[in-house]
């Protein structure tokens, strides 16, 4: 099982944008539920959104709908989460994970996954 390895983060200013990439799969057209999580030290890892491969069709939790997409390149291996309008509480680390498959994507159970296969994350760092 690949670790996933996430990039793209960094600092922004409120109302900017930042596109997080996440290598997820050495297969190309593997057929995933992968999810975008984050989280800050103390608190509860929160489900953002997520990308069934296969389909894509995409699942974006309540919080950040309208300013979320997801989506993944040709070869699915690798998906990504276009942040836009950020607020500073978008302010957290960014992890994503294969968390099963089709139906963990569209039973909404991907939100509270936890598949043990983290990867380092990615910081993102909004101020307003």
């Known amino acids: 099982q690949v670790q996933p390895t996430e990039s793209g983060g960094g600092s922004v200013q409120a109302g900017g944008s930042l596109k997080l990439s996440c290598v997820v799969s050495?297969?190309?057209?593997?057929?995933?539920?992968v999810g975008w999580f984050r989280q800050v030290p103390g608190k509860e890892r929160e489900g953002v959104a997520a990308?069934?491969?296969?389909?894509?069709?995409?699942y974006i939790n309540d919080p950040v709908k309208g300013r979320v997409a997801v989506s993944q390149d040709s070869a699915k291996t690798t998906v990504y989460l276009n942040m836009i309008n950020v607020l500073p509480e978008d302010t957290d680390m960014y992890y994503c994970?294969?968390?099963?498959?089709?139906?963990?994507?569209?039973?909404?159970?991907?939100?509270?996954?936890?598949?043990?296969?983290w990867g380092p994350g990615t910081q993102v760092a909004v101020s307003s």
């Open positions: 990308i069934y491969t296969g389909s894509g069709s995409t």
């Open positions: 050495e297969s190309t057209y593997s057929k995933k539920c």
């Open positions: 994970a294969a968390v099963g498959d089709a139906y963990d994507c569209y039973s909404e159970s991907w939100r509270k996954a936890d598949p043990g296969n």
